[in-house]
């Protein structure tokens, strides 16, 4: 009776979230955007960069961000909310720069160019 009682009002102990795979079953890159988060790629402004921008709140705080750049995606974890992107081209994850801004909360990474 006592764990009814505790589904009913919800104050039952819930299993953690598992954070989803970089990889879907058929091996390709997952493309997801769990937090419904605006995000925008910008790839013609600069051409030797891919310019990866996604707006996240204005007060979350910056621990609870995760980033992730690789080769050919992107993974952004924010609060088990998973958003990863496939890119356009192959860039050089080394040399990545990430920036939150202050006042609007928006991350930017930029992402320079593999060189062919």
Not at 43 to 66: A, M, N, R
């Amino acid at each position: 009776k006592d764990k009814n009682e505790r589904r009913r009002l919800g104050t039952e102990a819930k299993a953690p979230r598992e954070v989803p795979g970089v990889y879907n079953l058929r091996g390709e890159i997952r493309q997801c955007n769990e937090g419904k988060y605006d995000f925008n790629f910008d790839d013609t402004t600069d051409p030797s960069k891919i310019i990866f921008e996604l707006g996240v709140p204005k007060y979350l705080e910056t621990s609870s961000l995760d980033v992730d750049v690789n080769p050919l995606y992107v993974r952004c974890v924010v609060k088990d909310k998973v958003t990863q992107l496939k890119l356009p081209a192959e860039v050089r994850p080394d040399a990545a720069k990430v920036q939150r801004s202050k006042i609007t909360g928006q991350l930017r990474i930029d992402m320079p160019l593999q060189e062919a």
